[in-house]
């Protein structure tokens, strides 16, 4: 029977993943401003991998479009470049009935940690996947530059720059 992996493992990962994100923070598994440090990243992990075993024939944007209809409650037609205007994030910020946490960093942060979690798995990221984990890479920047007075801002961009860096050359 083959070892279950659980969470972040550079150990078991492909070294293709490794070559592209050699970066200490992408494979730390409590760094909150890290993909899969966060529970909602760990747990996006773990679900891509269920939904890999039990889904294996599909591809992976499957995945990746279920993660976002389920966890943002949205259409994956309405995961498109709208999110990322300052404007609209600014409102959602300033709004208190809207849960910025689940539906910008939840959401955003499990398509990141989906599209990843391909890379550590398997070596590459499937092509069709690349325009989501952009656009959610992309807003989170956004989403950063606008959350004030957060003193870990530039080390969060900065992480999301490497991961923005390695999504290109995967």
């Known amino acids: ?14 070294k293709r993943a490794i ?27 773990s679900e891509f991998r269920d939904w890999k075993k039990a889904n294996p024939n599909l ?20 995961y498109n470049e709208k999110i990322l205007d300052r404007n609209l994030i600014k409102e959602q910020l300033e709004d208190d009935e809207f849960n910025d946490q689940q539906y910008i960093f939840t959401v955003d942060i499990s398509v990141i940690a989906t599209g990843f979690g391909q890379l550590i798995d398997e070596g590459k990221i499937d ?24 003193e870990y801002r530039e080390e969060y961009i900065g992480n999301l720059n490497v991961l923005e860096r390695a999504l290109k050359e995967a």
Not at 1 to 14: F, L, P, S, T
Not at 25 to 33: Q, T, V
Not at 127 to 150: H, T, V
Request: aromatic letters at 10%; one cysteine or more; hydrophobic letters at 40%.
């Open 127 to 150: 092509k069709s996947n690349k325009p989501l984990i952009q656009l959610a890479i992309d807003r989170q920047k956004n989403w950063a530059e606008l959350a004030e007075n957060w």
């Open 59 to 78: 591809p992976t944007y499957e995945c990746i479009k279920w993660t976002i209809e389920s966890v943002g409650e949205m259409n994956i037609s309405d």
């Open 1 to 14: 029977m083959e070892e279950e992996i659980y969470g972040i493992d550079k150990d078991h990962a492909h």
């Open 19 to 45: 070559e592209l994100i050699p970066e200490e923070f992408f494979w730390d598994c409590i760094d909150e401003l890290a993909p899969f440090g966060s529970d909602e990243g760990d747990m996006a992990l």
